[in-house]
């Protein structure tokens, strides 16, 4: 299983947008990146999910070098309503029944100020 | 379509006492998920299900057991509760396709005080 790392917590401000950077230096062949975003006393919530290059939804943007051993998440002009825990995971989501095998980390924990 | 439902909210037992947990899903997904968050962690998977009649082991599966006998629900129980499994108690659902595109979808949370 590809380990991954990210910054224990990020501050930012209305307005600015936010990279989160998470580093798996071990990632394989066939796994892919997929963000979580988890709000207080609710549970995680998808993002984007991505396997190279640069993918965006209405939410976020995910881009990803050609070596993979990294992916940044990067949250477009970010509200106080953005302030939560974001998760990267990494691993095989080919397979049915794949979650079993991903680990959900600490996270990163994002607080955006007035 | 509420998605995935989690009842109780709030729950505190003492020690050895038992209680079970329910989750709902009503996007008949195949696969269901209980995972546990402590305080400063991540989820740990404690047992997962991939359809109605089975069950397996996750990370952390010790002091727990489930049971899945229909689709849309999944049954978390602790028959002698202990101090270290105050907790808040996740349950997820997904698709059986495959996590490609298909993503987890969770319940709000139980919160568990064993004291």
């Known amino acids: 299983l590809a380990k991954t790392t990210q910054p224990i917590s990020m501050d930012s401000y209305e307005g600015q947008e936010v990279n989160i950077t998470c580093s798996h230096n071990?990632?394989?062949?066939?796994?892919?990146i997929t963000w979580y975003q988890q709000f207080p006393s609710q549970g995680p919530r998808f993002i984007i999910q991505g396997y190279k290059t640069k993918v965006t939804n209405e939410v976020a943007s995910l881009f990803i070098p050609a070596d993979r051993k990294s992916s940044t998440l990067s949250l477009p002009r970010v509200s106080l309503s953005d302030t939560a825990v974001y998760y990267c995971?990494?691993?095989?989501?080919?397979?049915?029944?794949?979650?079993?095998?991903?680990?959900f980390g600490a996270g990163t924990r994002l607080a955006v100020h007035p | 379509n509420a998605g995935v439902t989690q009842t109780p909210k709030f729950r505190v037992l003492k020690t050895g006492q038992s209680m079970t947990l329910l989750c709902a899903q009503d996007?008949?997904?195949?696969?269901m998920y209980w995972y546990r968050q402590d305080p400063g962690m991540g989820l740990r998977l404690i047992h997962y299900s991939v359809g109605e009649g089975t069950t397996a082991k996750g990370e952390v599966p010790d002091g727990y057991n489930v049971s899945r006998l229909k689709k849309q629900n999944f049954l978390l129980g602790l028959e002698s509760a202990a101090p270290s499994q105050t907790s808040v108690y996740f349950c997820a659902s997904s698709y059986s396709t495959g996590p490609l595109n298909s993503p987890l979808h969770f319940g709000n949370g139980t919160r568990l005080t064993v004291t």
């Open positions: 995971l990494v691993g095989d989501m080919r397979f049915s029944g794949g979650y079993n095998k991903l680990i």
């Open positions: 996007m008949n997904h195949e696969y």
């Open positions: 071990n990632i394989a062949t066939n796994d892919y």
